[in-house]
């Protein structure tokens, strides 16, 4: 008997008999990206996998973030899945405790929970060619051996703290806001904020009567427009409850509404621009009407294409301000001490509490996923997104990675609501290994000339999008990455996209084989 690939993968003897597979899918996260794979694998007859987590609870994001303020910033009724919409929503902008609630919910009701593994922070999947399997390993040690990988580690995963000489010298508390810390009183601190994006809009207007002073510190302004808070009192929750399609009718009336602000208006911007400058113009109203200081509203308009950087709804952040205990501060800060924060220009500023509102690690190298993953011939994948630019068939697949599913892989976002990537890239990959399983095949891979033409199609779209028509050089926005390309959104409408994942023909594009 020969030593083989998977004998050298698991550090076997020689000899030692051969495991068998542990699970025909590992999905590797149990945020909504894992969860939906998981409802959506059960519905198709899928139901030998695992789910493993790092954590000990499900949830991704809405587990990790719980900072002051954290709501969803697009309306909870598109923010669902579609076969599991909730009449009990608080409000139209869902708190983060209700959609981590819903999250548990859709856990539970459809049976998920049985396939968590929990602390099960993966390291790394290699790929055997020779017993055409992929070996996940842990970090607590754990091994797992099946016929298919679906990551779904998600987005926001990795928290980015800013490279600022001396941050590791401060000696008060430092806090990034995906890793709140509830133990910690801000009342009466001296506190610093850094970011003013999507997070920062929400928390800063929940801690500025707490704090002694506030300080905000804003490296890329970001366009904001007003934001009408609309609860959802018991007799609408009671019609969404009892009045048949009712709650669908206003679903799909938000989808509309943000898919064509917050999506189209960058996919198609050569022919929607005249709509982003009225947009803007909105959105400077809403700065002049709610800022006092001439000064500070100039500060807070952006100096680029609306679009280019997310943008977001906000009718409390601007107010903060006006506030005595409350500061903008634009100057680029050159240096923290121990006690206090540095600008270019020598001010010197003492704090208590520093604030990281700075997002996280977004299509850099080792954060998508978030585990090493290793493909035919030891190719590693960030490597080869490395040299060949990120790309995936179909925002799915990427070829020389047989067996691999990506729930959010390079182009795959085109609705506003993350819940419409999950639907397609759920149904992309059952649709993948059903057709495999219904040709008596356990390997299937996406064909390199299939993947080329869909790469070079997206390619070939890319300049009608904001990133390309519109102005965005002074947007330092992380739809960017270190290439140049915007990988994070699909240039194309969602609904073609969901056409795609449901009738593009799997045994056109993709090699399926028996090993």
């Given at each position: 008997?020969?030593e083989?690939?998977?004998?050298?993968?698991?550090?076997?003897?020689?000899?030692?008999?051969?495991?068998?597979?542990?699970?025909?899918?590992?999905?590797?996260?149990?945020?909504?990206?894992?969860?939906?794979?998981?409802?959506?694998?059960?519905?198709?007859?899928?139901?030998?996998?695992?789910?493993?987590?790092?954590?000990?609870?499900?949830?991704?994001?809405?587990?990790?973030?719980?900072?002051?303020?954290?709501?969803?910033?697009?309306?909870?009724?598109?923010?669902?899945?579609?076969?599991?919409?909730?009449?009990?929503?608080?409000?139209?902008?869902?708190?983060g405790?209700?959609?981590?609630?819903?999250?548990?919910?859709?856990?539970q009701?459809?049976?998920?929970?049985?396939?968590?593994?929990?602390?099960?922070?993966?390291?790394?999947?290699?790929?055997?060619?020779?017993?055409?399997?992929?070996?996940?390993?842990?970090?607590?040690?754990?091994?797992?051996?099946?016929?298919?990988?679906?990551?779904?580690?998600?987005f926001?995963?990795?928290?980015?703290?800013?490279?600022?000489?001396?941050?590791?010298k401060?000696?008060?508390?430092?806090?990034?806001?995906?890793?709140?810390?509830?133990?910690?009183?801000?009342?009466?601190?001296?506190?610093?904020?850094?970011?003013?994006?999507?997070?920062?809009?929400?928390?800063?207007?929940?801690?500025?009567?707490?704090?002694?002073?506030?300080?905000?510190?804003?490296?890329?302004?970001?366009?904001?427009?007003?934001?009408?808070?609309?609860?959802f009192?018991?007799?609408?929750?009671?019609?969404?409850?009892?009045?048949?399609?009712?709650?669908?009718?206003?679903?799909q009336?938000?989808?509309?509404?943000?898919?064509?602000?917050?999506?189209?208006?960058?996919?198609?911007?050569?022919?929607?621009?005249?709509?982003?400058?009225?947009?803007?113009?909105?959105?400077?109203?809403?700065?002049?009407?709610?800022?006092?200081?001439?000064?500070?509203?100039?500060?807070?308009?952006?100096?680029?294409?609306?679009?280019?950087?997310?943008?977001?709804?906000?009718?409390k952040?601007?107010?903060?301000?006006?506030?005595?205990?409350?500061?903008?501060?634009?100057?680029?800060?050159?240096?923290?001490?121990?006690?206090?924060?540095?600008?270019?220009?020598?001010?010197?500023?003492?704090?208590?509490?520093?604030?990281?509102?700075?997002?996280?690690?977004?299509?850099?190298?080792?954060?998508?996923?978030?585990?090493?993953?290793?493909?035919?011939?030891?190719?590693?994948?960030?490597?080869?997104w490395?040299?060949?630019?990120?790309?995936?068939?179909?925002?799915?697949?990427?070829?020389?990675?047989?067996?691999f599913?990506?729930?959010?892989?390079?182009?795959?976002?085109?609705?506003?609501?993350?819940?419409?990537?999950?639907?397609?890239?759920?149904?992309?990959?059952?649709?993948?290994?059903?057709?495999?399983?219904?040709?008596?095949?356990?390997?299937?891979?996406?064909?390199?000339?299939?993947?080329?033409?869909?790469?070079?199609?997206?390619?070939?779209?890319?300049?009608?999008?904001?990133?390309?028509?519109?102005?965005?050089?002074?947007?330092?926005?992380?739809y960017?990455?270190?290439?140049?390309?915007?990988?994070?959104?699909?240039?194309?409408?969602?609904?073609?996209?969901?056409?795609?994942?449901?009738?593009?023909?799997?045994?056109?594009?993709?090699?399926i084989?028996?090993?």
């Amino acid at each position: 008997m020969t030593e083989t690939a998977l004998d050298h993968v698991l550090d076997l003897p020689p000899q030692a008999e051969k495991p068998l597979i542990d699970y025909e899918t590992v999905i590797i996260g149990s945020g909504i990206c894992g969860i939906g794979a998981g409802i959506r694998m059960l519905k198709d007859g899928l139901g030998d996998f695992v789910i493993l987590e790092k954590a000990d609870d499900v949830g991704g994001t809405w587990r990790d973030n719980t900072y002051p303020g954290l709501a969803v910033d697009i309306p909870s009724l598109s923010y669902s899945f579609s076969f599991e919409q909730n009449p009990n929503w608080s409000s139209l902008y869902a708190p983060g405790k209700e959609m981590k609630a819903y999250v548990d919910h859709c856990t539970q009701k459809y049976g998920i929970r049985p396939h968590m593994r929990y602390n099960e922070d993966v390291t790394e999947s290699i790929y055997d060619e020779i017993n055409n399997v992929w070996i996940t390993r842990t970090q607590a040690g754990n091994t797992y051996v099946s016929r298919y990988i679906v990551s779904a580690t998600g987005f926001l995963t990795l928290p980015k703290l800013p490279l600022i000489k001396g941050i590791e010298k401060f000696e008060g508390k430092t806090i990034h806001t995906g890793r709140w810390d509830h133990s910690y009183e801000l009342e009466g601190k001296r506190v610093a904020v850094i970011g003013t994006g999507a997070t920062s809009i929400q928390l800063v207007p929940e801690i500025a009567d707490k704090v002694k002073s506030l300080d905000v510190y804003q490296r890329t302004a970001i366009w904001l427009l007003p934001k009408k808070e609309l609860p959802f009192g018991p007799k609408l929750q009671k019609a969404f409850a009892k009045i048949p399609g009712l709650q669908n009718i206003a679903r799909q009336l938000t989808i509309l509404f943000t898919d064509v602000v917050m999506i189209n208006l960058l996919i198609f911007n050569k022919y929607f621009a005249p709509a982003g400058r009225q947009l803007q113009n909105i959105c400077v109203k809403h700065i002049r009407s709610q800022v006092n200081d001439p000064a500070t509203q100039e500060a807070l308009i952006p100096k680029y294409d609306f679009g280019c950087k997310r943008p977001s709804f906000t009718s409390k952040f601007y107010p903060v301000f006006n506030r005595d205990n409350a500061d903008l501060v634009t100057t680029p800060i050159s240096e923290i001490t121990e006690n206090a924060m540095i600008t270019s220009d020598g001010t010197v500023r003492e704090i208590d509490t520093l604030i990281c509102a700075t997002g996280f690690e977004v299509f850099q190298k080792g954060s998508v996923p978030t585990f090493r993953v290793e493909g035919k011939s030891g190719v590693d994948l960030s490597d080869y997104w490395e040299e060949n630019r990120y790309q995936a068939y179909e925002g799915s697949t990427v070829p020389g990675f047989p067996n691999f599913f990506l729930m959010f892989g390079p182009y795959s976002v085109c609705t506003a609501s993350w819940f419409g990537m999950v639907d397609t890239q759920s149904k992309h990959l059952v649709r993948c290994i059903s057709t495999a399983k219904k040709r008596g095949g356990n390997y299937i891979e996406v064909k390199k000339s299939s993947n080329d033409r869909n790469f070079e199609k997206v390619q070939g779209r890319t300049h009608l999008t904001i990133f390309k028509f519109g102005d965005c050089e002074k947007s330092n926005s992380y739809y960017f990455d270190r290439h140049g390309d915007s990988p994070t959104i699909r240039p194309t409408m969602g609904f073609v996209h969901w056409l795609a994942s449901r009738f593009m023909s799997i045994t056109k594009n993709y090699n399926i084989d028996t090993k």
